[in-house]
């Protein structure tokens, strides 16, 4: 009896020390964002698809505060607390963190031949060489409109600017709606829902933004102080005071039905699906005339690297790998309606106001945003002067030709092309 006992107790201690040896093995990966409004969707699908494939690799996601990401991201890095996995903004600020050595070199992880030299464009060094984030999504700009105040009024979706104003006109005299749901308080919202919504069309996208850079062009010249013409043309059109309106303003605004069109990037897509009552659509910034080339900003917004430092690095490349898949792409995409994939295979995406914002991809020539590729990184920044100025035009407070002045002048201070 007494060695039965033995013999299982021997037994049993020798499948727990298994268990506990498989137990071991599994490996926890920490996954730091500032996209916390995306917890849920982590936790219920993009998590539970890869380890279905990867038993012994767990996945956490931990994100922080957007506006508290950057400096706690920080420093956990120096701290040495920091996740095995690092989501990425686009350009200097992840190219900041790849130059001190945070960053893991990502130029051979399988699956990075799924993305265009464009796609990889903000996690990649200046001279191309590396690229040490594997592009996740981006977002692209456009005006959403309320379909039954067009129906209402009977207007047409806007093709071209004389279109465009033509809409605003009739939205304003008939006086049951305001015409476009904008305020200058916040002042990015000036300029990343005005100026470089509708400034691509003027200096042709990747054209003029890397004729910049090169010191080919000015922010002086004709196309770039057009845009900032009709955005000054925009301010009978934002309300009365638009000059204190914040963007969660805005946002509340269009989605209670109180204005016909929003300028707007497609991140909006989800919130506004959950809280407007009424139908939607979407068109790109007018051009000129009909049939024009159009431009838009098709803007590569976040990417996810490895830490330098992980402990797992190994499991976090094959989690990387995943993120790189056309698997990946097919869920985020369709989890996050407006964070379109970089991914070279199409994705089949459900919902119809992102169709038709990417939709555009097919007939009009994209480009990013003029002022995150290298322009902002001196003082002062080119990108936040651009918020300023924006809202100073709109406001009325500087002539588009004196903002223009004073951004070149900025950028002149501290910015020598290379020849």
């Known amino acids: 009896m007494k060695l039965k006992l033995l013999t299982a107790l021997l037994l049993g201690s020798s499948i727990l020390g298994a268990a506990g040896a498989a137990q071991a093995q599994d490996v926890t990966l920490n996954v730091e964002s500032w996209r916390n409004d995306d917890l849920s969707i982590w936790q219920e699908k993009l998590i539970p698809a890869f380890e279905a494939k990867n038993p012994g690799i767990k996945v956490t996601f931990s994100p922080s505060a957007p506006t508290e990401y950057d400096a706690a991201l920080g420093a956990k890095l120096q701290a040495g607390s920091a996740g095995d996995l690092i989501t990425c903004r686009p350009f200097d600020k992840s190219l900041e963190l790849y130059n001190k050595g945070n960053l893991t070199d990502l130029t051979t992880l399988p699956g990075m031949e799924n993305f265009s030299p464009v796609a990889k464009a903000a996690w990649t060094t200046d001279d191309g060489k590396a690229t040490f984030c594997v592009p996740m999504a981006s977002v692209i700009h456009g005006f959403i409109y309320n379909k039954e105040a067009f129906d209402k009024l009977g207007i047409k979706v806007p093709e071209t600017r004389d279109e465009f104003f033509a809409a605003l006109d009739k939205i304003k005299a008939d006086g049951t709606y305001t015409p476009m749901a904008m305020g200058t308080k916040d002042l990015w919202e000036a300029a990343t829902m005005g100026y470089q919504n509708i400034g691509p069309n003027y200096w042709k996208g990747e054209e003029g933004r890397l004729a910049l850079i090169k010191g080919e062009q000015k922010l002086t010249d004709p196309d770039w102080v057009a845009p900032f013409k009709e955005l000054a043309k925009w301010k009978p059109y934002l309300g009365d005071g638009f000059e204190a309106q914040t963007y969660p303003d805005s946002q509340n605004l269009f989605t209670l039905g109180r204005a016909a069109i929003y300028p707007a990037g497609s991140w909006e897509i989800s919130v506004f699906n959950s809280q407007a009552q009424f139908k939607m659509g979407a068109f790109p910034p007018p051009v000129e ?108 407070t500087d002539t588009p030709e004196q903002a223009a002045e004073k951004l070149q002048k900025g950028l002149d201070g501290w910015y020598k092309p290379a020849k």
């Not at 898949?325 to 369709?334: G, K, L, M, T, V």
């Not at 290298?374 to 009325?396: F, Q």
């Open 289 to 396: 005339k009909a049939g024009d080339t159009c431009y838009i900003s098709d803007h590569n917004d976040i990417g996810i690297g490895l830490n330098a430092k992980s402990k797992n690095p190994d499991a976090a490349k094959k989690f990387l790998s995943w993120v790189a898949s056309p698997e990946f792409a097919e869920i985020y995409a369709n989890a996050l309606p407006g964070f379109f994939s970089l991914n070279s295979k199409p994705v089949d995406m459900k919902d119809p106001l992102a169709q038709e914002f990417v939709s555009w991809r097919g007939k009009c020539k994209s480009t990013i945003r003029s002022t995150y590729q290298i322009l902002s990184r001196g003082t002062p920044n080119l990108e936040n002067e651009t918020w300023v100025e924006s809202a100073n035009v709109i406001n009325g």
